[in-house]
């Protein structure tokens, strides 16, 4: 079966990247080079993809590479196996090798095959004992790349996926100390860092205070030029011989601001509408149908974060009043609460300043349901 026309959900892979072709030639070269890079960013403007396009091109390299989710992990133990299945899969070629090797245990000779393999690498059969302490087991887990690498004479690239939630699988911060001790030995590791929660990632690398202070570059994701999207959704739609002319893609993209997840999702749902009728140009009612189904499969997103952003004093009502080109400040409101709501807004990257005194949402579609719905 055929992928998506247009994927959405989850990374993408190369030939749907849209104009990311020097982001990720920079980051393969640092990477390459040593250096560790932070990359933090909104929700959903692709991050995991360009990450995951940058390891498989290292990996084709001959670098070993490994990348492990936060965002996925609930406990210490379940991060340390994590990461030991993703450092061991670069020699053994099975994704959860500690779980094969588990198995395996359970027989005499497979145990005693087992530990053969991992001799040099330090590894001990009590690692798969359920009843081990987990700081044990994350002791190693933390400088196994190192060891890894260069045991095989390779140099290596590890991903961290959602590292600020790192301080919640562990339960603490201290975490993040604990990992800048290992890391900063390591010689043939270069790390990258993904975030979606900004302000934390920022304050991660560049507190003072912070453990991975002045760890790694922070570089910033460069937004996908309009032109390449035009060129993008013309050529797709021409592959399955539906015409869209200038005046119809420009106007997906006003609607969406370019944001990319969005703009894959509209473009997703005017293709599926053309194939329910049988139509072969896109035309602007089109982009209205597809638009408004868009935004119904993002309502569930979309409600998430405004039960989230609920919680916080006046923070709903100023997003409100962002949406509908209102005043902000208005006299009923405490200013200072007001302020704290738009630095809470900012932090949690849905909107962003744009100018003096105003601001604007990082995703044009969420202020259109925001305008529709409250
Ligand atoms: N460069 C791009 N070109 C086209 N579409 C993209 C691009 N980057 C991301 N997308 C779209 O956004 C979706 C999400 O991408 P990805 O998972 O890489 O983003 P993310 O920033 O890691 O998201 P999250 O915050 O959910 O982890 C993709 O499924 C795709 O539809
Ligand atoms: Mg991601």
Redo the contacts with the bound molecule.
């Keep these: 079966m055929p992928g998506r026309l247009?994927?959405?959900?989850?990374?993408?892979s190369e030939k749907?990247?849209?104009?990311?072709e020097d982001f990720i030639a920079s980051l393969e070269a640092r990477l390459a080079d040593g250096q560790s890079i932070m990359l933090a960013?909104?929700?959903?403007?692709?991050?995991?993809?360009?990450?995951?396009e940058v390891l498989r091109r290292l990996k084709e390299r001959g670098f070993y590479t490994s990348s492990v989710d936060f965002?996925r992990l609930s406990d210490k133990r379940e991060f340390a196996f994590s990461l030991i299945n993703a450092c061991l899969e670069n020699r053994t070629g099975v994704r959860r090798t500690l779980e094969a090797l588990k198995d395996r245990a359970k027989s005499v000779a497979g145990l005693a095959k087992l530990t053969v393999k991992f001799s040099d690498l330090e590894f001990s059969v009590d690692f798969l004992r359920d009843d081990l302490d987990e700081n044990a087991l994350l002791e190693y887990a933390l400088d196994l790349a190192e060891i890894l690498a260069n045991r095989d004479s390779k140099n290596m690239v590890v991903l961290f996926?959602?590292f600020q939630d790192a301080s919640r699988v562990a339960g603490h911060s201290d975490i993040y100390k604990r990992m800048r001790s290992h890391f900063q030995n390591h010689k043939s590791v270069s790390y990258l860092f993904?975030g979606?929660k900004e302000g934390m990632m920022n304050s991660l690398f560049g507190n003072r205070r912070e453990a991975f202070y002045r760890f790694a570059v922070v570089l910033p994701i460069p937004p996908?030029p309009e032109d390449s999207?035009r060129m993008?959704i013309s050529q797709k739609f021409k592959e399955q011989h539906i015409k869209a002319d200038e005046k119809v893609i420009r106007e997906i993209l006003q609607k969406t601001g370019g944001h990319?997840?969005?703009?894959?999702?509209v473009c997703?749902e005017i293709y599926y509408a053309l194939l329910e009728t049988g139509e072969k140009t896109v035309t602007l009612e089109y982009v209205r149908l597809g638009y408004d189904r868009a935004l119904l499969t993002l309502a569930q997103v979309y409600d998430e974060i405004l039960d989230e952003i609920g919680q916080r004093a006046c923070a709903r009502e100023v997003l409100k009043r962002i949406a509908a080109g209102d005043r902000i400040y208005s006299k009923k409101d405490n200013p200072n609460e007001v302020k704290r709501a738009l630095d809470f807004l900012i932090t949690k990257a849905i909107i962003e300043k744009n100018g003096r005194g105003s601001y604007k949402f990082v995703e044009p579609m969420f202020r259109e349901y925001i305008l529709r719905e409250l």
């Design positions: 247009f994927p959405v959900g989850g990374p993408v749907d990247i849209v104009d990311r960013g909104p929700r959903r403007i692709g991050k995991t993809s360009i990450a995951y965002f996926d959602e993904l979606s996908i999207w993008y990319p997840q969005d703009t894959m999702l997703s």
